[in-house]
């Protein structure tokens, strides 16, 4: 049996210096996808940025970002959608962050390999491990970059268990789901249906796509490997700047699922006075927090 053509899918606005390291990882795979899409939001720089540079064939796709709010569910659909309509059978989403550890397009693709068919146990969505840089590592020269000196300068997530090294355990919590590095089958994607675009801007996308794998009798493949490395960067802590796009999406969420998702960063936006109770269980945005601008940053 031949294995399956794999593409992966990266969205960026900005971030072009990650981008670049996530290319070199790419370009440094023991198993290399045939094709990576881009899905530049709002971001005409990306061509000029990927000319040239190492990798798997790049294939750009422009989405706009009305009124400077990123659709991030919008756009990994559509570069789901173009990388599909061009072959792929196993899909691997990358966040313009990660650099792909050495062997993590091999083991996606080993792990779904025997579902590209479909399943009767339900679509799967494969999650591998994701490692976080520190600023150090992450600025080294691409001369200096090797897989030992990423290893060494990243940690995990200490909120996160890891399962060991080439296990793969399924988990039922699809609420864990988070869009970082994950992977699964052209098949399971049209099953689950993607992300919902009703989603724009920051929070809320994530936590719904693992609602949809749940509601869809679907799993999530924990995965002891599979390494990505998160670069650093200054974005971080509270994110102040999207409270009215977590507001929004988090109000969208509630009213499809019946909870409201984020609730930590709800709650201490309630605590700085950007949001007050609605009085039905819900939230809205104050007055104190009309001033903040729109987040850009993917």
Do not use: K
Request: glycine share 16%; charged share 20%; with cysteine.
């Amino acid at each position: 049996m031949s294995e399956p053509r794999v593409a992966v899918v990266t969205i960026v606005h900005g971030r072009h210096r990650h981008l670049l390291g996530q290319r070199w990882g790419l370009a440094r795979q023991s198993r290399a996808p045939e094709e990576h899409v881009v899905v530049a939001m709002d971001d005409p720089g990306v061509r000029e940025v990927l000319a040239g540079s190492p990798g798997p064939p790049a294939h750009v796709l422009d989405v706009p970002a009305p009124g400077g709010r990123l659709p991030l569910a919008g756009a990994r659909n559509a570069g789901v959608e173009a990388a599909v309509g061009r072959g792929a059978q196993v899909v691997v989403l990358l966040d313009v962050d990660c650099i792909p550890g050495q062997d993590l397009v091999a083991r996606y693709t080993g792990v779904l390999a025997g579902r590209v068919g479909g399943s009767p146990r339900g679509p799967a969505v494969a999650c591998g491990i994701v490692r976080y840089l520190d600023a150090a590592t992450t600025a080294l020269p691409e001369a200096e970059r090797t897989w030992h000196r990423l290893e060494r300068g990243s940690s995990l997530h200490p909120a996160r268990a890891a399962p060991p090294p080439g296990a793969v355990r399924p988990g039922q919590d699809t609420r864990l789901f988070w869009s970082l590095s994950f992977a699964t089958t052209a098949t399971d994607w049209a099953v689950l249906g993607g992300f919902d675009d009703g989603y724009v801007g920051y929070g809320g996308e994530d936590t719904d796509f693992g609602q949809r794998v749940s509601a869809a009798g679907g799993t999530i493949l924990w995965l002891g490997d599979a390494a990505a490395y998160h670069q650093h960067h200054g974005a971080g802590g509270l994110p102040v700047q999207h409270v009215h796009d977590i507001v929004d999406n988090g109000a969208r969420f509630a009213g499809r699922w019946g909870w409201w998702p984020m609730r930590g960063w709800l709650d201490a936006f309630e605590d700085l006075g950007l949001v007050e109770s609605d009085g039905a269980g819900g939230y809205v945005v104050t007055s104190r927090a009309r001033g903040l601008r729109v987040g850009t940053d993917a």
